[in-house]
């Protein structure tokens, strides 16, 4: 049965779409059947994947189509079901119904044995919708910017949470998102998080200029540029988030040939430190869409290297 997890904040602008994209597309690549939903009217996640869909959320939770006809295919192992404007027409008429709050479970109940993971991308505000989510979701995860008005939103978000989910309701994980770790303040407010949130608070995803342009493209940031920051810290987000939900990388099938020639394999270079160069801890690694990332759990330090040629 599938991991349901909602990607919430109650601000707007911190990174959930961005989040939603290149995890769902992370664990994908892993090997994991990974849905997205849209229960954001803006439609962004359609857009940021390249996608045209006929039919949307709205199809399912008012017009009663299956939601199966309303999924598509993204990518490999990685499905959408979308949203769009209509959607703003559909949330006076779910708020109308007695079950308000369930009828978003009740559309993906269907399919979510399906898959290894659900993750519901949302709006910056309670909406009908947004209420929805975090009723039908297991877990919370909730993207920050490394500021002090997100940091205040999230105690908010944690107030709402427990008033709708009950006692049991709490933020699994805590993703500081466009951390600059050149700003003074950005490193005081990611350490007082880590202080007050625990081992919730997940590694930061340090600000990067290509994963605001890769939704332009209608491409994840492993298409777009898999050598950029923002690839090795999804990618290493992916890592944590397949850990803690006990996900073990699936063996993916072997690429087809390229056409015309072989692409050519490039073993890791046994150059590679296996200890640190900066504090000499032994390297943990990964690997995600072809490169094989070194890291330090001590010192944050980062290295990665291309493994094979994708097409
Ligand atoms: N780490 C990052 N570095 C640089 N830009 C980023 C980063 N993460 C997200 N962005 C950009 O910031 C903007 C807001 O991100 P995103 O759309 O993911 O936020 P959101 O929380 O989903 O917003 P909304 O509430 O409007 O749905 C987008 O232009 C996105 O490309
Ligand atoms: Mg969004």
Same mark, same amino acid.
């Given at each position: 049965m599938a991991r349901v997890v909602a990607v919430a904040n109650?601000?707007?602008?911190?990174g959930k779409t961005t989040t939603v994209v290149n995890v769902g597309a992370g664990l994908a690549l892993k090997g994991a059947r990974v849905l997205l939903v849209d229960t954001?009217?803006?439609?962004n996640l359609a857009m940021a994947l390249g996608v045209h869909p006929r039919r949307t959320l709205y199809d399912a939770l008012?017009?009663?189509?299956?939601v199966e006809r309303c999924i598509?295919?993204?990518r490999p192992g990685l499905d959408l079901l979308p949203a769009d404007a209509t959607l703003l027409g559909a949330q006076p008429i779910i708020a109308r119904r007695p079950d308000w709050s369930r009828v978003l479970a009740q559309a993906l109940q269907p399919v979510?044995?399906?898959?290894d993971f659900v993750l519901i991308d949302s709006a910056g505000s309670l909406t009908p919708l947004n209420v929805n989510a975090l009723v039908c979701a297991h877990d919370v995860i909730a993207p920050t910017t490394v500021e002090h008005f997100s940091v205040k939103s999230l105690e908010l978000l944690m107030a709402q949470i427990g008033r709708i989910?009950?006692?049991?309701?709490?933020?699994?994980m805590i993703i500081p998102t466009?951390?600059?770790?050149?700003?003074r303040q950005s490193g005081e407010l990611l350490a007082m998080l880590r202080d007050r949130y625990g081992d919730r608070v997940t590694p930061p995803v340090r600000v990067n200029v290509r994963l605001s342009e890769a939704p332009a493209q209608g491409k994840t940031i492993y298409e777009y540029d898999p050598r950029s920051r923002g690839a090795i810290d999804y990618a290493l987000l992916v890592e944590h988030i397949s850990r803690a939900f006990g996900f073990a990388a699936r063996p993916q099938p /072997?690429?087809?040939? $390229?056409?015309?020639a072989p692409a050519p394999y490039r073993p890791v270079s046994?150059?590679? /430190?296996?200890?640190? $160069?900066?504090?000499?801890k032994a390297l943990q690694h990964t690997s995600l869409a072809g490169y094989r990332i070194s890291y330090c759990a001590q010192c944050r330090y980062k290295k990665q290297e291309l493994v094979r040629d994708r097409q």
């Amino acid at each position: 049965m599938a991991r349901v997890v909602a990607v919430a904040n109650l601000k707007g602008g911190i990174g959930k779409t961005t989040t939603v994209v290149n995890v769902g597309a992370g664990l994908a690549l892993k090997g994991a059947r990974v849905l997205l939903v849209d229960t954001d009217a803006q439609g962004n996640l359609a857009m940021a994947l390249g996608v045209h869909p006929r039919r949307t959320l709205y199809d399912a939770l008012v017009d009663g189509v299956p939601v199966e006809r309303c999924i598509i295919e993204a990518r490999p192992g990685l499905d959408l079901l979308p949203a769009d404007a209509t959607l703003l027409g559909a949330q006076p008429i779910i708020a109308r119904r007695p079950d308000w709050s369930r009828v978003l479970a009740q559309a993906l109940q269907p399919v979510t044995g399906s898959y290894d993971f659900v993750l519901i991308d949302s709006a910056g505000s309670l909406t009908p919708l947004n209420v929805n989510a975090l009723v039908c979701a297991h877990d919370v995860i909730a993207p920050t910017t490394v500021e002090h008005f997100s940091v205040k939103s999230l105690e908010l978000l944690m107030a709402q949470i427990g008033r709708i989910k009950g006692g049991a309701g709490h933020v699994r994980m805590i993703i500081p998102t466009m951390y600059d770790p050149r700003v003074r303040q950005s490193g005081e407010l990611l350490a007082m998080l880590r202080d007050r949130y625990g081992d919730r608070v997940t590694p930061p995803v340090r600000v990067n200029v290509r994963l605001s342009e890769a939704p332009a493209q209608g491409k994840t940031i492993y298409e777009y540029d898999p050598r950029s920051r923002g690839a090795i810290d999804y990618a290493l987000l992916v890592e944590h988030i397949s850990r803690a939900f006990g996900f073990a990388a699936r063996p993916q099938p /072997p690429a087809p040939p $390229p056409d015309p020639a072989p692409a050519p394999y490039r073993p890791v270079s046994t150059a590679a /430190p296996e200890t640190c $160069p900066h504090c000499g801890k032994a390297l943990q690694h990964t690997s995600l869409a072809g490169y094989r990332i070194s890291y330090c759990a001590q010192c944050r330090y980062k290295k990665q290297e291309l493994v094979r040629d994708r097409q």
